[in-house]
């Protein structure tokens, strides 16, 4: 019996490695197609990438066809490379390089060899494409922008590298990819699907026909439309405003969490990153390590928050019952918490209104000491106020539908802790952060979900730039409420002081008043430095605004940030203000301050900054004259200031 079981299991096993065999060779297919098959072609047919809309339907992305060359190394026979070259303007040692990449991708498979041709260029090899075997004219479609603004909200599309092939098997050589903005967020989307048509070769390597009748054939399926939050109109103003500055501009829809408008600045066109020079145009921007026009100041640039942060300490101040309407706190041009906090409200007793259009140090720091202090766990106290501003969506990533982003700072027990070796924390050893100048940081977008959080009594919903995906639901976590942990009753009174900001003669944003349009506003400045060789310089300060409006219905919020803007009402209002009165009204009446704004420069600061990290010797002249400029449009604001 034990001699036949082993000739038993061997005959057994023969057989089921034969059955398998003949599966895998003659029945399964598709293995054959998977399989680098010399008899079958494989074809791809590449899908338009979806159109990208702005919520009022206006066409913001299309598509244009492309062509590129692919070579398939094994199948190079006999070919006059010097016609090759000369007819693709190109090099014989670009030729060898290409080709040698492309064998260590695969001697058997096809790889992009010149890609991007425009249409004179196809025309041209397509003639003479049957005297170079080997090589073929693939099709695809690039970017077409019809609008110069939102390359930090597009992003762009580029070759997929060797990483990408490794992780992602839906990917070839050549293949083309979204890279940042949404083009990177809603790839799958927008890509569509792939179609693959299977072509059966002879023995001479010819092309005879499709592979079993086109059975296994499939069809491209273009990729989805975008509509996006963003009113391009609001997107192109902002642009426009933000010439010969740096910072950021964001817009959102309280009710909705839409975002109408992201501002970063510098900016570029976006058609800069389409067709041949695409790598070269990249790569400069790339390299432009002082402007960074691929920084998105409205999502990664984090900033002490400044003035507009009063706006959360006087709501958790009343959450935290430690204050009312009526609490009054006097300001001797600043008060002494252990170290004097300069003011410039003068001698004043203040409470929550004034204390918030007058923007009062005095008032505020009060208030945070005895938040800090209402509790004996001084680690305590700090935990329920940080709990408090991150409700807010402060502190960290929002969970936008954009790729990138900033988290920002809320400070906690964990951080003091390691910053004051487990001793208690006094209050006046951070009261800075009553007024946003102490550990807090904050990006602009944050900023601007702080206010519609404010704009709404107390709850926001995930910001977000995709409005509707054709024939797809949005996610979920885009219309869900995120509630602050403030009372609803303790919004109107910071609201009405929010409004008096502009609406009270002595107002921080009176002279930004629009007729007929009842904005709530608050004006911030945040001090600059920057260290250099172990050298530190003061700058000018950065100027902030945030808003939002109509006080009644609002309808928009915003955050406007600008780098050594000097202080909050100089240029972040006016622009702000401009941003909210076209949007809510459609037209601009404060022509004075249009002109100022889209007119006005910053250039002169920013080359201060160059000077410093290049340690540049500046030319006496031409700073006096610089300053000069710098002091009339200071006294000429000023002025129209107290006129207002």
């Known amino acids: 019996m034990r001699k036949a079981v082993l000739p038993a299991v061997i005959i057994i096993t023969s057989i089921l490695l034969i059955v398998r065999i003949f599966y895998l060779q003659v029945i399964d297919e598709n293995l054959k197609l998977q399989s680098e098959n010399n008899a079958i072609k494989k074809v791809f047919d590449f899908p338009e990438r979806g159109y990208i809309y702005d919520r009022n339907g206006k066409l913001l992305v299309a598509n244009q066809p492309s062509y590129d060359i692919m070579v398939v190394p094994r199948e190079i026979k006999n070919i006059d490379t010097t016609e090759f070259c000369n007819l693709l303007h190109i090099t014989k040692d670009y030729?060898?390089?290409?080709?040698?990449?492309?064998?260590?991708?695969?001697?058997?498979?096809?790889?992009?060899?010149?890609?991007?041709?425009?249409?004179?260029?196809?025309?041209?090899?397509?003639?003479?494409?049957?005297?170079?075997?080997?090589?073929?004219?693939?099709?695809?479609?690039?970017?077409?922008?019809?609008?110069?603004?939102?390359?930090?909200?597009?992003?762009?599309?580029?070759?997929?590298?060797?990483?990408?092939?490794?992780?992602?098997?839906?990917?070839?050589?050549?293949?083309?990819?979204?890279?940042?903005?949404?083009?990177?967020?809603?790839?799958?989307?927008?890509?569509?699907?792939?179609?693959?048509?299977?072509?059966?070769?002879?023995?001479?390597?010819?092309?005879?026909?499709p592979y079993k009748k086109g059975q296994f054939d499939t069809i491209a399926q273009q990729g989805k439309d975008l509509t996006l939050t963003i009113d391009h109109e609001l997107q192109k103003y902002g642009t426009d405003l933000m010439i010969n500055k740096r910072g950021g501009i964001v817009a959102i829809e309280p009710k909705t969490g839409e975002i109408l408008a992201l501002v970063s600045a510098p900016t570029f066109d976006p058609a800069l990153l389409v067709g041949r020079q695409r790598s070269k145009n990249y790569t400069a921007l790339y390299n432009d390590s002082i402007s960074k026009p691929l920084y998105d100041r409205g999502l990664q640039a984090t900033y002490p928050p400044g003035s507009p942060f009063k706006i959360v300490t006087g709501l958790i101040g009343l959450q935290e019952e430690v204050i009312d309407e009526q609490t009054t706190f006097y300001c001797n041009h600043g008060a002494n918490f252990g170290r004097f906090m300069k003011c410039h409200c003068g001698l004043h007793s203040l409470q929550l209104n004034n204390g918030t259009y007058k923007s009062c140090n005095s008032y505020f720091g009060n208030t945070y000491k005895r938040t800090i202090e209402k509790y004996k766990d001084s680690y305590y106290s700090v935990d329920n106020w940080a709990n408090h501003v991150k409700s807010f969506g402060l502190g960290q990533f929002l969970g936008t539908d954009m790729p990138i982003g900033a988290k920002g700072l809320v400070p906690t027990s964990k951080m003091y802790k390691k910053m004051y070796n487990g001793a208690p924390i006094r209050s006046s050893y951070i009261i800075s952060n009553s007024i946003g100048q102490g550990e807090v940081l904050t990006s602009p977008i944050q900023l601007a979900n702080m206010m519609a959080v404010v704009a709404n009594q107390g709850y926001y919903y995930t910001p977000h730039i995709v409005k509707k995906i054709k024939g797809q639901p949005l996610d979920?976590?885009?219309?869900?409420?995120?509630?602050?942990?403030?009372?609803?009753?303790?919004?109107?009174?910071?609201?009405?002081?929010?409004?008096?900001?502009?609406?009270?003669?002595?107002?921080?944003?009176?002279?930004?008043?629009?007729?007929?349009?009842?904005?709530?506003?608050?004006?911030?400045?945040?001090?600059?430095?920057?260290?250099?060789?172990?050298?530190?310089?003061?700058?000018?300060?950065?100027?902030?605004?945030?808003?939002?409006?109509?006080?009644?219905?609002?309808?928009?919020?915003?955050?406007?940030?600008?780098?050594?803007?000097?202080?909050?009402?100089?240029?972040?209002?006016?622009?702000?203000?401009?941003?909210?009165?076209?949007?809510?009204?459609?037209?601009?009446?404060?022509?004075?301050?249009?002109?100022?704004?889209?007119?006005?420069?910053?250039?002169?600061?920013?080359?201060?900054?160059?000077?410093?990290?290049?340690?540049?010797?500046?030319?006496?002249?031409?700073?006096?004259?610089?300053?000069?400029?710098?002091?009339?449009?200071?006294?000429?604001?000023?002025?129209?200031?107290?006129?207002?």
């Open 95 to 209: 030729f060898i390089k290409k080709i040698e990449k492309a064998n260590i991708y695969s001697p058997r498979l096809p790889s992009v060899f010149l890609s991007q041709l425009n249409k004179a260029e196809y025309a041209a090899f397509q003639e003479k494409e049957r005297k170079f075997e080997g090589f073929y004219t693939q099709k695809r479609a690039l970017r077409d922008y019809q609008v110069k603004e939102g390359a930090n909200i597009f992003g762009f599309i580029t070759q997929v590298n060797e990483a990408i092939l490794n992780k992602n098997k839906y990917y070839n050589s050549g293949d083309l990819i979204g890279k940042q903005g949404v083009e990177q967020e809603y790839e799958e989307i927008l890509r569509g699907i792939k179609g693959v048509k299977y072509l059966l070769r002879d023995k001479h390597n010819k092309i005879i026909g």
């Open 476 to 644: 979920k976590k885009f219309t869900t409420k995120h509630y602050s942990t403030i009372d609803k009753q303790y919004f109107p009174p910071i609201i009405q002081g929010l409004a008096d900001v502009y609406n009270n003669p002595i107002g921080t944003a009176a002279g930004l008043r629009v007729q007929g349009l009842n904005i709530c506003g608050k004006t911030g400045t945040a001090e600059n430095k920057i260290r250099v060789a172990g050298k530190t310089y003061q700058l000018k300060d950065h100027s902030i605004f945030v808003a939002f409006a109509p006080q009644e219905n609002p309808k928009i919020a915003i955050a406007v940030f600008i780098e050594n803007g000097y202080w909050g009402s100089r240029w972040a209002g006016p622009i702000a203000t401009l941003m909210v009165e076209k949007y809510v009204n459609g037209k601009i009446t404060r022509k004075d301050l249009e002109d100022r704004m889209l007119n006005g420069s910053l250039l002169s600061e920013y080359e201060k900054i160059e000077n410093i990290i290049f340690q540049r010797k500046v030319d006496p002249t031409r700073v006096k004259d610089s300053l000069n400029k710098v002091n009339v449009e200071i006294s000429e604001a000023k002025k129209e200031e107290e006129e207002n």
